[in-house]
């Protein structure tokens, strides 16, 4: 728990304003689903099923299970998402394409 008490102007300005953008993230995403919350994640730039699990406080299993009703919805407008596991990194990376990119 945050001692709100310790900080100075500048430092409870920055706290509120953190609140603030987490809780319009949370408005913003009412209302929509699972898996358009995951797109959403994946086109700003979130590029992991860790990351975006860690987002949404979900397990990485129910992110995949996303990316697969993601991927059916994708196909139709001729993309798809690629993925590759990076050991070093401990990370399942992910990227939106073309299929007429890869040849498809």
């Given at each position: 728990?945050t001692?709100?008490?310790?900080?100075?102007?500048?430092?409870?300005?920055a706290a509120?304003?953190?609140?603030?953008a987490?809780?319009?993230?949370v408005?913003?995403?009412?209302g929509?689903?699972m898996?358009?919350?995951?797109?959403e994640l994946?086109?700003?730039g979130?590029?992991?099923?860790?990351?975006?699990?860690?987002h949404l406080?979900?397990?990485?299993?129910?992110?995949?299970?996303?990316l697969?009703?993601?991927?059916?919805?994708?196909?139709?407008?001729g993309q798809?998402?690629?993925?590759?596991?990076?050991?070093?990194?401990?990370?399942?990376?992910?990227a939106?394409?073309?299929l007429?990119?890869?040849?498809?």
């Amino acid at each position: 728990m945050t001692d709100y008490t310790k900080m100075s102007k500048d430092e409870l300005m920055a706290a509120l304003e953190a609140q603030n953008a987490e809780l319009e993230a949370v408005k913003a995403s009412k209302g929509k689903g699972m898996k358009e919350r995951v797109y959403e994640l994946l086109t700003g730039g979130v590029n992991s099923i860790q990351d975006i699990a860690e987002h949404l406080n979900i397990t990485d299993k129910n992110v995949s299970s996303n990316l697969t009703y993601l991927r059916q919805d994708l196909e139709l407008k001729g993309q798809t998402i690629v993925s590759h596991k990076f050991k070093d990194l401990n990370k399942t990376k992910l990227a939106i394409v073309n299929l007429e990119d890869m040849n498809w």
